[in-house]
């Protein structure tokens, strides 16, 4: 059964939603071509990022940042944080909304201030 943008693989949740879609789609293609699906997802999300970033230097991007108080979501740039809480998942959960209606990017980092990997 192909993917959509409402039915994909968990590990796909969380990517921006711009490569989401662009790793849905190559997934699709690669499964038409007779990958199997463990092999098929991660060839196309890496493929995926490789595409939005290519083609889309200059997104804005909300980050999702270690603070005082917990976690932050912090539009790249800013001085003061857009949503701070104390999980790291409610503040992705808020990034992601921010990130669909602005169409921005999601860029997580670790509890350490290092950059995650999607």
């Known amino acids: 059964m192909p993917w959509n943008n409402h039915d994909y693989p968990p590990s796909m949740k969380n990517l921006?939603?711009?490569?989401?879609?662009?790793a849905i789609e190559i997934a699709?293609?690669?499964?038409?071509?007779?990958?199997e699906e463990g092999r098929a997802i991660p060839i196309a999300t890496e493929k995926a990022k490789?595409?939005?970033?290519?083609?889309?230097?200059?997104k804005e991007r909300y980050e999702v940042k270690p603070h005082e108080d917990g976690w932050q979501v912090i539009k790249?740039?800013?001085?003061?944080?857009?949503?701070?809480?104390?999980?790291?998942?409610?503040?992705?959960?808020r990034a992601r909304e921010l990130?669909?209606?602005y169409d921005t990017?999601?860029?997580t980092y670790k509890e350490d201030g290092s950059?995650?990997?999607d």
């Open 16 to 22: 921006d939603s711009d490569v989401r879609k662009k």
């Open 28 to 35: 699709n293609a690669l499964l038409d071509e007779g990958y």
């Open 50 to 58: 490789e595409y939005v970033a290519k083609h889309n230097p200059h």
């Open 76 to 93: 790249e740039g800013a001085e003061r944080a857009s949503f701070v809480t104390e999980s790291k998942e409610k503040a992705l959960d």
């Open 99 to 101: 990130s669909d209606k």
């Open 105 to 107: 990017a999601v860029v």
């Open 115 to 117: 950059k995650q990997s």
